[in-house]
C-alpha cells in the first residue's frame, strides 16, 4: 500500500508540473468547418469546401516537425483559415489575411485572395519593370503574395504559439515576442528541403526596403513598438517596416548562431516572464541581453532608432 501512495504522489506531482496537451481555445472554432488535411494539427475554414490550402498545411506540417525538435515538444494547436468577409469575427485585427496567433493554441490565416495581399500587390504596380521580374520569379506571374502572407508568414505565427505555450501572453517587451517569432520563421525555412520559402521572405523584404514602399513613418523606435502597438499594428505600413527589420536581425542571429540561439531565445522569454520576476526597465533588460547571448549578439540586436547603449 506504501508503494502505491507513494507511486500516486509522483504521478502527481509530475502532472503538475506539465502544461495541458489540449490548451487550444476551441470557442473560436464556432461556425467553422473541419477540414481533414493532416495528421500533425487541426485544420478548418469559414467555407466549407476552401481553396488550395494544401501547400499552406504542408509548410506547417514540416514547420512543426522542426519546432517539436527544437523546443522538444508535441504541441497541439490549430490552424483557420478566414476569408475576407468572415475576418473580423474570428481575428484580433484587420486587415483580412494578416497572420495571427492571438487566442491560444490557433493561427488565424486568410483563405482566398486576402484583403492584405491585395493591397501589398497594388503597391508594388508602379515597380520598376526588373523588380517586377523578380518577383514573378518568386511568386507566379501575377505575383500572387499571398505566398508570403499564407505560406511564409504562418511559421511566424507558429513559432509564437511555442511560445505563448510556455510562457502565456506574458513577455518584458513586444518587440522580443517578435524578434522570436522572426527566429522561429528563419530557422524553420532553413530546415526544408528546398529554400523556395526562404527565398520568397527574402526577396520580397528586401525589395520593400529598397523600393522604400513603407513611405513616411510615424515610428520608428522600441519604445514606440510599446506603447503604440495597436495604432502600430492597424496603420499596415508602419508595422510592416518593423517586421522588415526584425527579420533581417533574425536572419543575421541565426546565420551566426545557429538553432542554439533559437532555444536560448526561447528560454530567455520564459526566464524573463514579468508574471514571474516584475518588468524590468530598459537598463535591467539590455544587461540581462548581455548577460544571456553575448556582446555579438546584443550588438546585433541593438535598435539603430534607439539610444541606449550596452556598457
Known amino acids: 500500500m ?12 509530475f502532472s503538475g508540473n506539465q502544461k495541458p496537451s489540449d ?36 509548410v506547417l506540417e514540416l514547420a512543426k ?8 515538444e508535441n504541441l497541439n494547436f490549430a490552424v483557420l483559415f478566414i476569408d475576407n468577409k468572415n475576418w473580423n469575427k474570428y481575428a484580433f485585427s484587420p486587415p483580412p489575411g494578416m497572420p495571427q496567433a492571438y487566442n491560444k493554441g490557433n493561427i488565424v490565416l486568410g483563405l ?20 517586377k521580374e523578380l518577383l514573378k520569379q518568386h511568386f507566379g506571374e501575377n505575383i500572387d503574395l499571398d505566398y508570403f502572407y499564407r505560406d511564409a508568414l504562418s511559421l511566424h505565427e507558429l513559432g509564437h504559439l511555442y511560445q505563448f505555450y510556455r510562457t502565456g501572453k506574458s513577455s518584458q517587451r513586444r518587440w522580443l ?12 525555412a532553413r530546415s526544408f528541403d528546398t529554400q523556395i520559402v526562404l527565398d520568397q521572405m527574402d526577396v520580397l523584404q528586401t525589395t520593400m526596403i529598397r523600393g522604400n514602399q513603407w513611405g513616411e513613418l510615424k515610428f520608428k523606435t522600441l519604445d514606440q513598438f510599446e506603447t503604440e502597438y495597436l495604432q502600430i499594428m492597424q496603420q499596415g ?20 548562431f545557429g538553432d542554439d540561439f533559437l532555444r536560448l531565445f526561447r528560454d530567455f522569454l520564459i526566464d524573463t516572464n514579468p508574471d514571474i520576476i516584475g518588468e524590468l526597465d530598459n537598463a535591467e533588460l539590455n544587461q ?3 548577460e544571456t547571448f553575448g556582446r555579438e549578439a546584443a550588438k546585433i540586436m541593438k535598435w539603430k532608432y534607439d539610444n541606449w547603449q550596452y556598457k
Not at 516537425?65 to 522538444?72: M, Q
Not at 485572395?113 to 519593370?129: L, R, T, W, Y
Open 177 to 188: 515576442n517578435e524578434l522570436f517569432g522572426n527566429l522561429c520563421q528563419v530557422g524553420a
Open 288 to 290: 540581462n541581453i548581455l
Open 2 to 13: 506504501k508503494h502505491v501512495i507513494t507511486l500516486v504522489f509522483f504521478i502527481l506531482l
Open 23 to 58: 490548451w487550444i481555445n476551441r470557442s473560436k472554432h464556432e461556425g467553422l468547418y473541419k477540414q481533414d488535411m493532416s495528421n500533425e494539427f487541426e485544420v478548418y475554414s469559414s467555407v466549407e469546401h476552401p481553396g488550395d490550402i494544401k501547400n499552406t498545411v504542408e
Open 65 to 72: 516537425k522542426y519546432y517539436d525538435r527544437i523546443f522538444d
Open 112 to 131: 482566398g485572395k486576402s484583403v492584405i495581399a491585395s493591397n501589398a500587390e497594388n503597391g508594388i504596380k508602379q515597380a520598376p519593370p526588373p523588380v
Open 237 to 256: 505600413q508602419n508595422y510592416g517596416w518593423y517586421q522588415t527589420q526584425f527579420y533581417f536581425k533574425a536572419r543575421e542571429l541565426h546565420s551566426n
